[in-house]
């Protein structure tokens, strides 16, 4: 692919849109998509054929079976939605192609295809969204504002418990280590560190942790605990499971302060008390795909990085990795920094 990288800023409206992968995540993405007037899903790759044709037809698409076909088309923007051990190709052929990116995290399963995909898209002058869709949530944003007002004066120790489903709730591949490159971390856990580190507005230096393999008939992990500690001294806990019986309980997140303290809970409520009294506010539908999008296509038409960039990915990855390491040596594990020099790559 040789097609120069589109001039900036965007002025192509609606944005039209690819989607590389018709299962739960690139549907999510197309009806977000498709339901705002600035953007149109004109295409969707997908290997099955059935799945991809009922795609098309839905809304209102072409199908491909190869996304580098689909690449060769006039579209704006693609959505990377499929196994994360295909992330880095399909980046790298959208990059060359002048095609703006919106990835379904992690950024990648390992950190020498992070920094060929970050290092391609640079040099391709496209920009690169993280699908770190829970920074849509509004109780989420909420609790960011506490903290950022000084509401819980300095964070000190948090808890992040969630509980999905297991293989009863995700796809398959998710539970093939070839494929996504873990388990739970990969595919719940980077959002759990995603969070936390906007939340706290800080980086995790060191981890330590334990992993378990207890329920799912797979090779990659449905459980872990450990400890983060970040730059600025605060400490969180993880405990993250995805049983193959089913989801008990949901996602709460409780950070605590030298002021005061917040319980977030998923898609339900946020509740805080604090030396200036207690309060708690309750939510109904999100509609994060949808804002996530809407933040796609005006970092598109403003010619700005998204607020969830490749770096968030990078970062976000880079503790799950350290949190591997620990789990195989049985001791705490710095994260990796060694990569600022990422946009180096390939050169």
């Not at 002058?125 to 950022?148: K, Q, W």
């Not at 949808?290 to 490749?310: H, M, N, Y």
Request: net charge negative; glycine share 12%; charged share 25%.
């Amino acid at each position: 692919m040789n097609r120069p990288a589109p001039s900036r800023p965007m002025n192509v409206s609606p944005v039209r849109i690819g989607i590389v992968g018709a299962g739960i995540a690139g549907e999510r993405h197309a009806e977000a998509f498709a339901a705002r007037a600035d953007a149109t899903v004109t295409a969707v790759s997908e290997l099955d054929p059935d799945r991809g044709h009922a795609f098309a037809r839905r809304f209102g698409a072409v199908h491909y079976v190869d996304y580098r076909d689909m690449l060769a088309e006039p579209i704006d923007a693609v959505v990377v939605a499929v196994p994360h051990a295909l992330h880095r190709a399909c980046v790298l052929e959208a990059a060359a192609a002048g095609v703006h990116l919106l990835l379904e995290k992690p950024l990648a399963t390992t950190l020498d295809d992070a920094h060929a995909m970050l290092g391609a898209v640079e040099r391709a002058g496209v920009r690169l969204m993280l699908g770190y869709v829970h920074r849509f949530r509004p109780e989420t944003e909420a609790a960011r504002s506490l903290i950022a007002q000084g509401r819980l004066g300095r964070p000190a120790t948090a808890l992040d418990r969630f509980m999905s489903g297991g293989m009863a709730e995700t796809p398959r591949w998710v539970w093939n280590r070839a494929d996504a490159g873990g388990g739970v971390i990969m595919y719940g856990g980077v959002h759990a560190i995603d969070r936390l580190r906007w939340l706290l507005d800080d980086e995790v230096a060191e981890v330590y942790a334990r992993l378990a393999t207890y329920s799912n008939p797979a090779d990659v992990e449905d459980g872990v605990s450990a400890v983060l500690t970040f730059a600025g001294g605060a400490m969180a806990v993880l405990s993250e499971n995805a049983p193959g019986y089913g989801r008990l309980g949901g996602w709460v997140t409780e950070i605590f302060g030298s002021e005061g303290a917040l319980t977030l809970t998923t898609g339900t409520a946020l509740e805080y008390r604090g030396r200036d009294g207690a309060h708690r506010w309750t939510y109904g539908p999100d509609h994060r795909f949808e804002r996530q999008a809407a933040e796609f296509i005006a970092a598109l038409k403003e010619d700005r990085p998204p607020s969830v960039t490749g770096d968030d990915g990078l970062r976000g990855l880079e503790v799950a990795l350290a949190l591997y390491r620990s789990a195989a040596t049985g001791r705490p594990e710095r994260v990796d920094r060694g990569s600022a020099g990422w946009h180096e790559a390939g050169r």
